[in-house]
């Protein structure tokens, strides 16, 4: 009897976990089916990442066209009314950024320069939902149903004040381990190949000044994955990942918060212009 009330336990703990699996790998797609279906949005989009061991928050309002990538973004914190506009037709990587401050001049950069990426984990490429889901699609190429497993959804959860689906993904196989550079590679594009952030790789290698301070040959640390943990909070209604926070070797890498969300907003051609009535540029 006992025996018979053990295999139970294990065949109900067996199938219960086989339908979580199924759950999370349903509302997987779901959530990327939603990312597809962004043409535009606008937003506010808080940061919260850890830069050489401590946290910096910013703030931003954003307009985003998603083909093409178009993308409009004025500072709330911590530089006021700073703003940055990618029109997407001329150079794609092209930023116009209007600092505004002294000396008050418009600055024309390119958008993996040193001013725009410092103190930020990610270029204003990656701003959007586009991102995680290459990430994510690039996992489950690689993996296949491996990938499922590290699967993990609760239908309700709360997260300051507000009730959401909750999507994580474990990766109890992260590490640290040794890469060798190839010729012509730098550490965008190594981070591109291996699906991880470029600015962890760079956290991970002091010696290494930027991000193209890099030769062939040379060997450096990567993650093995792109994060230790991706907890995703899913909002009920558009089902798009709204908060996505990520967790390396030494816990909360950066969390990526999105509000007053609207989706699929018409913009006039004019709203990816400097010379757009409301903008300082």
């Given amino acids: 009897m006992k025996s018979l009330c053990i295999f139970s336990f294990l065949l109900f703990f067996t199938l219960s976990a086989t339908a979580q699996d199924s759950k999370g790998k349903e509302y997987l797609y779901k959530m990327l ?21 401590r946290f910096r928050d910013s703030e931003f309002q954003v307009k985003l066209n998603v083909r093409p990538f178009r993308l409009y973004a004025r500072s709330n914190y911590p530089n006021m009314g700073a703003e940055a506009l990618l029109n997407g037709v ?19 950069l390119n958008s993996h320069s040193s001013m725009l990426r410092k103190n930020h984990h990610y270029t204003l ?4 939902f586009a991102y995680i889901e290459k990430i ?42 040794d890469y060798t550079v190839e010729n012509d590679e730098n550490i965008s ?6 699906l991880v952030n470029d600015y962890k790789i760079l956290s991970l290698n002091p010696q290494v000044g930027f991000y193209d301070d890099v030769e062939g040959g040379q060997v450096i640390k990567v993650p093995s994955a792109f994060a230790r ?22 816990g909360l890498f950066g969390r990526y918060e999105i509000k007053n969300f609207v989706l699929n907003p018409t913009f006039e051609p004019e709203e990816f212009s400097s010379s757009y009535n409301g903008y300082g540029f």
């Avoid at 490429?125 to 959007?128: L, T």
């Avoid at 594009?189 to 291996?194: F, G, M, P, Y």
Wanted: hydrophobic share 35%.
């Fill in 33 to 53: 089916d939603a990312i597809e279906n962004v043409k535009t949005a606008r937003y506010e989009l808080l940061l919260h990442e850890r830069i050489q061991d």
């Fill in 90 to 108: 001329t150079d794609s990587r092209k930023v116009l950024i209007n600092p505004n401050r002294f000396p008050y001049i418009n600055l024309n």
């Fill in 125 to 128: 490429h990656e701003v959007g």
């Fill in 136 to 177: 994510l699609r690039g996992y489950i190429r690689k993996e296949g149903d491996g990938f499922y497993r590290t699967l993990r959804f609760v239908e309700n959860i709360e997260f300051n004040g507000k009730n959401y689906h909750m999507l994580e993904m474990d990766y109890q196989s992260y590490n640290i381990v």
């Fill in 189 to 194: 594009t190594i981070a591109d190949k291996l």
């Fill in 229 to 250: 943990r991706i907890v995703l909070y899913l909002d009920k209604t558009t089902l798009l990942p709204f908060i996505q926070n990520v967790y390396d070797e030494n």
